[in-house]
C-alpha cells in the first residue's frame, strides 16, 4: 500500500513553516502591489511560532497541523489567520485517528480543510484568492488517483495544478478581500493568497513524497 | 526609514505597553495583552460596548476605552484584524451581564475574526450582537452600501452606541442606536501621501508630488480618483459634495462633522479644510451641531484627511452631548 505514517510525519509542518519564513519577503512584496505588503510578515511570524511550539519531541502529522491552525487561529489574525487556521485546523480533523495516510486519507483531509475555508470566507475560483491555488490542487489529486495513478505521481499533479493556479491569479481582477477595491487595477500580479498557498500545498506534498520514498 | 521603533516586530506590543502607562487612570490590560479594557469593565448591569481593529489608526481604537465609552478593544497588528481570541477575551472583560455589542468596520479580516468569536462567547453564555459600519462613500456605491469599509464614523457610532448603553439601554436597544448612528454617517478620505508599515519599511503606494488621492481608504486602499492637488477650498468642496450628494438630507438638518487627520497631516490645515466644509455645509441649509477636528482615526503617518459627516436626531444629539473621560480626544 502507498502510505506514509501518521505518528512520524509531524515534521512536515516544521518544513512548511521553514518555506514560508524563506518567502517572508518575497509574499510582502507582492502583496505590497495590490495590498498592504504585510503578508510575509505576517505569515512568517505566525509559521515560526508554530514551530518553535513544535521543535523537540516529534509529534504525528495531525497533532502538528493542529498546532499550527490553532497558531494561526488565535495569534495571527488579519483575514490570513482565520482563513489558513481553519485550513490546517480541517487539515488536523480529517487526519485525526489516521494511522496510515493513503490517497484516500490525503484526499479527504484536503477536501475538510478546504471546505473549512469555504465556510468563513465566501471566495470562490476566479476571484483572485488563495482559492485560486487550493481548489484546482484538489481536483488534480482527486483526478490523478481516479485514474490510478500512484500517490505519488498524485502528488505531483497537485503541485503542478496548485502552480498552474497560483500563475492564473496574474490575469484576475480581485472580486474579494482588501485588494477587490482596486478593480482592474489589481490585474497583471500575482495574488499573495494563492502564491503562499502553493508553497504550502508544495512543501505539504513534498513532505509526503519523501515520507512515501522513506517508507518503501 | 525615520522612525522611533525597537523592533519592527514588535511594534504593536510595544506601543499597547506605552498606552496603558499613559492611561492607568482610565484603562487596564487584559490577561491578554492585546485587550485593552476600561479600568471598571465589567459594569455590572450595563451592556458592554467593545470593538476591534488593526493598530496604525491610534488615537482609534484603544483611545476610546473609557468612561462611557468602549469597555473593550481587542487590538491587532498594523492594519492587520486582531485574532478571534482578542475579539473574544474583549467580549468576555466586557460582560457586565446583560450581553456584549461588537461595533467595527467592515474588513474581510474583522468580518471572519467577530464571527468566530460570536460564536465562542454564545459557548461561554454571553450573547454578542453587532454592527459593521460602512460609511466610506467611495469603496462602493449606495446600492451596495454592505460592501462599503468603515472609517472615521466609527468613532461617532461608538460614542454613540457607548452613550446609549450607559444610560441602562437593553442590549438591542443599543445594537438599534448604534445601527442607527453609522447609517446617518458618510465619509470620504483624500490622500496627499502614503505610509509604511514599519515592518515593511517602504511605502505601501504611492502618490506623486502635486498629486492627490480621491476616496483613498484607510490603509491606503485606493480611492476614485488620482488628481492634480487643488485649494483647500476646493478639495474641502469637493469632500462635502461627494459625502452629501450620497446624504440627501432635508434642509434644516442637523449634522456633526468629524474633520480627522491621517497622521501627517497638520492639525492647522484640518482647521483650514473646516473653514469651507462649515461654509459648504451652511450654504445647503444644513446646521452643524458638532464639530470635532483634530487626528482621530490616523494611518500611520499618510498625509491626508477624512471627513465624516453624521445626520443627527434628538437622541443622537443628546448621546453625542453624555459627558466621557478616554485617552481620545472627542
Not at chain 1, 13 to 41: F, K, P, T
Not at chain 1, 171 to 198: F, H, N, Q
Not at chain 2, 53 to 77: C, I, K, Q, T
Not at chain 2, 243 to 265: C, F, K, Q, R, Y
Request: aromatic share 4%; proline share 4%.
Amino acid at each position: 500500500m502507498q502510505a506514509f505514517s501518521n505518528a512520524g510525519s509531524g515534521d512536515i509542518v516544521l518544513a512548511i513553516a521553514r518555506r514560508i519564513v524563506e518567502n517572508r519577503s518575497y509574499l510582502s512584496d507582492i502583496d505590497g502591489l495590490i495590498g498592504d505588503g504585510d503578508h510575509g510578515v505576517n505569515m512568517a511570524k505566525g509559521f515560526s511560532l508554530a514551530a518553535e511550539r513544535l521543535r523537540g519531541e516529534p509529534r504525528p502529522l495531525a497533532a502538528s497541523l493542529a498546532a499550527l491552525g490553532d497558531v494561526l487561529m488565535t495569534e495571527i489574525g488579519g483575514s490570513m489567520g482565520p482563513l489558513y487556521g481553519v485550513m490546517f485546523s480541517g487539515f488536523a480533523e480529517a487526519l485525526d485517528g489516521v494511522e496510515e495516510i493513503d490517497a484516500a486519507a490525503f484526499e479527504r483531509m484536503l477536501r475538510h480543510g478546504l471546505e473549512e475555508v469555504q465556510s468563513i470566507g465566501a471566495a470562490k475560483v476566479g476571484d483572485k484568492t488563495l482559492i485560486d491555488a487550493f481548489a484546482p490542487a484538489l481536483e488534480a489529486f482527486s483526478a490523478a488517483t481516479a485514474k490510478g495513478e500512484s500517490f505519488a505521481a498524485a502528488l505531483d499533479a497537485l503541485i503542478a495544478a496548485a502552480e498552474k493556479g497560483r500563475d492564473s491569479t496574474i490575469d484576475l481582477v480581485a472580486k474579494i478581500g482588501r485588494a477587490a477595491r482596486l478593480g482592474e487595477r489589481s490585474r497583471g500580479v500575482l495574488d499573495p493568497g494563492a502564491t503562499s498557498c502553493a508553497i504550502i500545498l508544495r512543501s505539504l506534498a513534498e513532505g509526503a513524497k519523501a515520507k512515501l520514498a522513506g517508507a518503501q | 526609514m525615520q522612525r522611533f521603533i525597537n523592533d519592527p516586530d514588535l511594534v504593536v506590543e510595544d506601543t499597547v505597553r506605552g498606552f496603558v502607562k499613559a492611561h492607568r487612570d482610565l484603562v487596564k490590560l487584559g490577561e491578554n495583552p492585546k485587550v485593552v479594557a476600561y479600568v471598571e469593565a465589567p459594569i455590572r448591569g450595563k451592556v458592554g460596548v467593545i470593538t476591534g481593529g488593526g493598530s496604525g489608526h491610534e488615537p482609534a481604537f484603544v483611545g476610546y476605552v473609557g468612561r462611557n465609552m468602549l469597555d473593550a478593544v481587542a487590538v491587532g497588528e498594523i492594519f492587520s484584524s486582531p485574532t478571534a481570541k482578542s475579539f473574544h477575551d474583549a467580549m468576555k472583560i466586557a460582560d457586565g451581564g446583560r450581553g456584549v455589542v461588537c461595533l467595527y468596520g467592515n474588513y474581510a479580516g474583522d468580518n471572519m475574526n467577530v464571527k468566530m468569536a460570536v460564536k465562542l462567547a454564545a459557548k461561554d453564555g454571553v450573547e454578542v450582537l453587532t454592527v459593521v459600519a460602512n460609511d466610506d462613500v467611495c469603496s462602493a456605491p449606495l446600492d451596495q452600501r454592505e460592501k462599503r469599509r468603515g472609517v472615521a464614523g466609527e468613532i461617532l457610532m461608538w460614542k454613540c452606541g457607548a452613550a446609549k448603553a450607559a444610560l441602562g439601554a437593553s442590549l438591542q436597544e443599543v445594537q438599534a442606536t448604534a445601527q442607527k448612528a453609522i447609517d446617518n454617517c458618510r465619509s470620504i478620505g483624500v490622500g496627499l501621501g502614503p505610509c509604511t508599515l514599519p515592518a515593511v519599511g517602504h511605502p505601501n503606494f504611492n502618490i506623486e508630488a502635486g498629486k492627490m488621492e480621491v476616496g483613498i481608504g484607510h490603509h491606503g486602499e485606493p480611492g476614485t480618483h488620482v488628481e492634480p492637488l487643488k485649494t483647500a477650498a476646493e478639495v474641502a468642496r469637493d469632500m462635502v459634495k461627494a459625502v452629501l450628494d450620497d446624504h440627501n438630507l432635508p434642509s434644516g438638518a442637523e449634522v456633526a462633522v468629524l474633520i480627522s487627520g491621517l497622521g501627517a497631516t497638520p492639525t492647522n490645515e484640518l482647521y483650514i479644510l473646516n473653514d469651507t466644509v462649515d461654509d459648504e455645509v451652511h450654504a445647503r441649509g444644513l446646521k452643524v451641531a458638532r464639530a470635532y477636528i483634530g487626528n482621530f482615526f490616523t494611518s500611520l503617518e499618510m498625509v491626508g484627511a477624512t471627513l465624516t459627516i453624521m445626520a443627527l436626531d434628538e437622541e443622537l444629539k443628546q448621546l453625542l452631548a453624555v459627558e466621557v473621560a478616554c485617552p481620545a480626544p472627542l
